[in-house]
């Protein structure tokens, strides 16, 4: 049986979770609609005790379909890069269905999600996605860790404590979190991650993020 915390009411109205086989499939009703989303837990592995909660940063492949003829309109692993994705998890990273479906997931699970358009890309659509689609992502989550977003991670990252945080910083960070999760990728891959944090953040192009522009939240708020 799927469970929420009392914290997920400000993101959903109920879930309905059934259970076949080996697939659970969730409905969750987003709070401010009456729309739906549908998540299909298609794997789980066995140490799945580390769920991912809003502010976390996930790291994670997704191929993004169309439901009216389920043609591929992204696929995370045939991009130029093939990297898997960085995103900050419930703050607007991504689509407010994602958002919803990524809830509670843990490292190695894998789910299908199918969004309707006002939880996806809406009445004006976003090419290669046309107006008014109803998507379906399948994801699968390769790790957690604390996003940059709460201030315990932003202070692990900072290790000279000045209240900025220098690319080498993050990109320290970064590799000692693929570290512990034994996970291997090529200094490029960092670079790449950091890279995209400058260009998104670093609002006065000074080469360091502040606490306000790194948008950091207490983690209570989280």
Known sequence: MCKMSQRSTFY????LCLQ??????????????????KIEVTFVPENCTQKAK???????????????DGSKFYCSRSTKTGHPHWFVLGVGSVIKGLDLGLKD?????????????SLA????????????ATVIFEVEL???????????????????????????????YL???????NTQKEESYFDDVVADVFYKNDHDADGTLSMNEYNVYEHDEL
């Not at 809003?54 to 439901?67: C, I, S, T, V």
Request: with cysteine; net charge positive; proline share 7%.
């Open 20 to 37: 076949t086989l080996s697939t659970f499939i969730c409905v969750v009703r987003a709070n401010e609609s009456n729309d739906e989303i």
């Open 12 to 15: 959903v109205c109920f879930i």
């Open 54 to 68: 809003r502010g976390d940063m996930l790291n994670a492949h997704y191929d993004g379909y169309l439901a009216k």
């Open 105 to 117: 997931m843990c490292p190695g699970e894998k789910r299908k999600i199918t969004i309707p358009p």
């Open 175 to 181: 590799k000692l979190e693929a570290k512990k999760l």
């Open 121 to 132: 890309y809406g009445a004006q659509g976003k090419a290669p996605v046309p107006p008014n």
């Open 142 to 172: 390769l790790y957690i860790t604390r996003g940059p977003r709460s201030i315990e991670a932003f202070k692990e990252i900072d290790v000279d404590n000045d209240k900025f945080l220098t690319k080498e910083e993050i990109k320290t």
